[in-house]
């Protein structure tokens, strides 16, 4: 069976309303979605294009609106079995954040187990770690998150989100093969621009899909114009 799964941080939900000819254009499977507002009014938006929602975890507040990591999903290629979310680790900026603002909630990872059609689990992890953070702190995310992954099913696995990890990539690479992940990204140089003072521009590749137990069939950057991050779209074939 094929699939695709598309990633895309909505920049403080500024892209909400470029989903809907994304999603028209590329007939996605499963979207995982960060820095989206979670209230019902807007989450009611993307379930009216066809799909599922299959849960979302609040990460931060700004302005007085909560944004965290959602995934919905086809129904005609998936069911919903399972979903939980769970913590990652904190730092200083986070807790001092927490004291002023009232938010309470640390960074978390959306985690959903689904059945295939063709009977097969796939577990997908919506992932958001900290923007402001040394890679010391992200490392540990990201193997609070790895470290939930069992290595001896062959379940299939995917990771993707908005990783914020910009520089150190070999560490980073490190991890993926110490858990046995691949990166289907790996095609990709850069997955936000940025124009400092309208002149200067700044690529970083901040987002990622990993993946095991599946086998990529394509993997494209999709250009587009509300947010600072690119839409990643990743096709597998079970």
Do not use: W
Request: glycine share 4%; with cysteine; aromatic share 14%.
């Amino acid at each position: 069976m094929k699939f695709s799964l598309i990633t895309y941080n909505l920049r403080y939900n500024k892209a909400i309303n470029e989903v809907g000819q994304i999603i028209k254009k590329y007939e996605p499977d499963i979207l995982c979605f960060q820095e989206i507002a979670t209230d019902e009014p807007n989450l009611q938006i993307l379930q009216n294009t066809g799909f599922k929602i299959a849960d979302y975890s609040n990460s931060f507040i700004r302005r007085g609106k909560i944004y965290g990591v959602t995934t919905f999903y086809n129904t005609d290629k998936f069911k919903l079995i399972n979903s939980n979310s769970f913590n990652l680790p904190t730092n200083l900026y986070q807790i001092v954040s927490f004291f002023l603002y009232g938010n309470k909630k640390p960074r978390t990872v959306l985690k959903n187990e689904f059945i295939s059609k063709n009977r097969k689990k796939v577990i997908i992890y919506n992932i958001h770690l900290t923007p402001i953070a040394t890679n010391q702190l992200r490392i540990k995310q990201i193997n609070n998150t790895f470290g939930d992954l069992d290595l001896t099913n062959n379940n299939s696995v995917i990771i993707a989100g908005d990783f914020n990890y910009p520089y150190g990539r070999k560490r980073f690479e490190q991890e993926i093969g110490n858990f046995k992940l691949k990166e289907a990204t790996n095609n990709i140089n850069f997955t936000l621009e940025r124009k400092i003072l309208k002149r200067i521009s700044v690529k970083l590749k901040l987002d990622y899909v990993l993946y095991k137990n599946l086998r990529l069939l394509s993997n494209e950057k999709i250009l587009n114009y509300k947010s600072d991050h690119f839409p990643i779209i990743s096709t597998f074939s079970i």
